[in-house]
């Protein structure tokens, strides 16, 4: 089998000392909030004032961060203030335990529709595309209506999606989804597959990003000169991503620009990330302070992927086909342009 690995401390490599001091106390604060969250297990809620003090000194300084780093668009963070407690409602239900799968996909694509605004939906001085569309009022004439949207074309269609297997693949449909939506000529983007997973034995100092080139579906010259994006419920450490992304540029590739769509991202994983690729940006709804030990983002939302498509047994580890079905009927119909795509790029293999 032939595989890429990349360790924790390479990625680290590119933080500068300043990211770092911003790191360490980031991490100080989140432990004071550790040391408060066992009252609330408990029942009492003595030190809500403090939790709610802490989080905000968080959210303040991370603000401040992503202020001074242009490649990072935090939608909680620069979003007009009417729009930011749909935001938080939206994190808020893909946190909770009790949401269920059905609910859980509803959330995340909630949330992606309000990543591709953030990115592409909010373009100023955009010339105007029209959208004719046949109704189904045929009385007195067949009834048509004229609708107009902004014209991106030439920020969409040279777009490839890079679906990081197995979490990332509804949000990546999601996304492709939008800009088909959002095309005058109905792009359909391409798409190229990467199978890359953790090593779940490692610790967060110790990490390695494992991608699979035998079960991977790419043509890496393909996307040269492309628009790369990325669509990935969470960003802990941004070694998934870089991992791949260094892959590709070792060809030779030469990425016109690459676009990180998160849910939720971690500093640490957002300033990995730019630190290290150039002309990368991150696009996420909400960032969160702190890692525990295995690399997991706390206070986060759980593992992602799971939460989507549910767990592989212990023998056995699905294909894509049998997660594209998981997802069932609906959402089969709904993306099926994106799922013919994803079939031509799986049956066109490697080159």
Request: glycine share 6%.
């Amino acid at each position: 089998m032939e595989k890429v690995i990349l360790k924790a401390q390479d990625i680290e490599g590119y933080l500068t000392p300043a990211d770092k001091e911003n790191l360490s106390s980031i991490t100080a604060l989140y432990k004071e909030a550790l040391a408060i969250f066992p009252q609330f297990d408990s029942g009492e809620r003595n030190g809500e004032d403090k939790l709610i003090e802490v989080f905000n000194k968080m959210g303040n300084m991370m603000q401040h961060i992503c202020q001074k780093t242009p490649q990072l668009h935090v939608y909680s963070f620069i979003s007009g203030q009417e729009n930011r407690p749909e935001a938080s409602r939206i994190i808020a239900k893909v946190r909770d335990v009790q949401t269920e799968n059905h609910e859980f996909v509803y959330y995340i694509q909630r949330a992606y529709e309000l990543l591709f605004k953030l990115a592409w939906g909010g373009a100023q001085g955009s010339n105007k595309n029209y959208l004719i569309v046949k109704t189904p009022v045929t009385k007195p004439v067949q009834n048509y209506a004229v609708h107009k949207i902004i014209n991106i074309d030439e920020k969409i269609e040279n777009t490839v999606m890079c679906v990081m297997l197995r979490g990332a693949l509804l949000p990546s449909m999601i996304i492709s989804k939008e800009i088909e939506g959002y095309s005058s000529h109905d792009y359909i983007t391409p798409f190229a597959l990467f199978s890359i997973k953790r090593n779940e034995s490692k610790k967060e100092n110790d990490m390695e990003y494992i991608l699979d080139i035998d079960r991977s579906f790419f043509s890496a010259h393909s996307l040269d000169g492309k628009d790369l994006v990325f669509a990935d419920p969470m960003n802990a450490t941004g070694g998934s991503l870089i991992t791949i992304v260094k892959h590709l540029l070792s060809f030779g590739i030469k990425p016109r620009s690459i676009n990180f769509f998160n849910v939720i991202c971690t500093l640490k994983g957002a300033l990995n990330v730019v630190r290290a690729l150039d002309n990368c940006n991150i696009y996420t709804l909400w960032m969160d302070p702190a890692l525990n030990e295995d690399a997991y983002i706390m206070p986060g939302l759980g593992d992602a992927g799971d939460r989507l498509i549910g767990k592989d047994s212990k023998d056995y580890k699905r294909n894509i086909i049998e997660l594209i079905a998981n997802y069932g009927n609906g959402i089969a119909m709904l993306y099926r342009t994106q799922l013919r795509e994803i079939e031509k790029t799986i049956l066109a293999g490697k080159k």
